[in-house]
């Protein structure tokens, strides 16, 4: 956003030992058993969740805490919903977005 990068995988996420730490605190080796193919499944399920679920839905999958990003940055939520994730997002790049959105 604005030439920043506010969620950089594997960046974000490399642990002390060399591997890649998710949310959860669980570590795989980098870069032979990462979860590139687990981030790609998420976004996908995603992408196919009704507009009506959107803010209700539990991604069980999002060990990156990925998904109020994607809600933040999605426009299929409109201002009033967007409002409510404002409100129970802790989410430091999510409520970047929210605060662009807005302006």
Known sequence: MDKNVIWD???D????NGGVRNFHGETCWYPYLTDICSISDLLREYIDTPKAELL???FTSDKWGLVN?????????GMRRL????RKTHN????K?????SE
């Not at 996420?13 to 002390?16: T, V, Y």
């Not at 409002?83 to 404002?86: F, G, K, S, V």
């Not at 430091?92 to 409520?95: K, Q, T, Y």
């Not at 977005?97 to 959105?101: D, F, G, K, T």
């Open 69 to 77: 990003i994607l809600r933040a940055a999605d426009r299929r939520i």
């Open 56 to 58: 209700t839905k539990q």
């Open 13 to 16: 996420f490399i642990a002390g």
């Open 9 to 11: 995988y594997p960046k």
């Open 83 to 86: 409002d409510q994730l404002r």
């Open 97 to 101: 977005i929210i605060a662009r959105r």
């Open 92 to 95: 430091i790049a999510a409520l």
